[in-house]
């Protein structure tokens, strides 16, 4: 899990607005999750909570999740120049793109699993993903420019490959010109390693992971 807290946190400095964190319902799991204290999430929160934010977590489709669907909003498949309406994660019991959009938007205080980053963020879906293949740099691409287009403020990449390809590069730099944040994760190299495409590009924030002792992971 540590390997997105990082990525994330950037949504909650983007917030318009705080709100509650706390109910009379704590969340069961909140005090083994090192990283919101790692990342000072908690401080965070006095300022914003992402309220008014909307990210777009481009994966395997996010949800439904009882700790989640409250911020899920209508989301998109895009698979082989294919656009259906819907999101789901094609492996919901294990699926990555619900992780990741837990991580960024678990709702906060409901007394179900764990809180996100930014727990009143909104999460807009976008599944490049099918069960078992990897994505096309092309839907990736297309997902991109949907998710600018769908007004998101921050756009979210828990994916990569080892070489640029053009129709990302180009959605990259789309999404900039919009005002647009794109956070990748750098990969799982470890810290001898270089930093996957596209977290490679000028236009991305790269976010590597760190261990509990904050050595890169």
């Given at each position: 899990m540590s390997i997105f807290f990082a990525a994330v946190v950037a949504v909650v400095s983007i917030g318009f607005g705080a709100a509650s964190v706390s109910a009379a319902i704590a969340d069961p799991l909140i005090e083994?999750?090192?990283?919101?204290?790692?990342?000072?999430?908690?401080?965070?929160?006095?300022?914003?909570?992402?309220?008014?934010?909307?990210?777009?977590?481009?994966?395997?489709?996010?949800?439904?999740?009882?700790?989640?669907?409250?911020?899920?909003?209508?989301?998109r498949s895009i698979i082989n120049d294919d656009?259906?309406?819907?999101?789901?994660?094609?492996?919901?019991?294990?699926?990555?793109?619900?992780?990741?959009?837990?991580?960024?938007?678990?709702?906060?205080?409901?007394?179900?699993?764990?809180s996100g980053v930014a727990p009143n963020a909104r999460i807009l879906p976008l599944r490049v993903f099918r069960a078992g293949e990897e994505?096309?740099?092309?839907?990736?691409?297309?997902?991109?420019?949907?998710?600018?287009?769908s007004g998101v403020k921050v756009i979210n990449l828990s994916l990569g490959g080892e070489s640029e390809t053009f129709p990302i590069r180009d959605a990259l730099r789309y999404a900039v010109d919009h005002n647009v944040l794109v956070v990748a994760a750098a990969g799982n190299a470890s810290a001898?390693?270089?930093?996957?495409?596209?977290?490679?590009?000028d236009n991305t924030l790269a976010v590597t992971a760190i261990d509990e002792d904050k050595s890169v992971a």
């Open positions: 083994q999750q090192w990283g919101l204290t790692a990342i000072g999430a908690r401080e965070v929160w006095n300022q914003s909570t992402g309220v008014g934010v909307t990210v777009a977590v481009i994966d395997s489709g996010s949800g439904p999740h009882p700790d989640l669907d409250a911020n899920l909003l209508p989301g656009e259906t309406s819907g999101a789901n994660d094609v492996n919901v019991e294990k699926g990555h793109g619900t992780h990741v959009a837990g991580i960024v938007a678990a709702i906060n205080g409901n007394g179900i699993g764990v994505s096309n740099p092309s839907d990736v691409a297309r997902a991109i420019r949907f998710a600018v287009d001898s390693g270089t930093p996957r495409w596209p977290a490679a590009d």
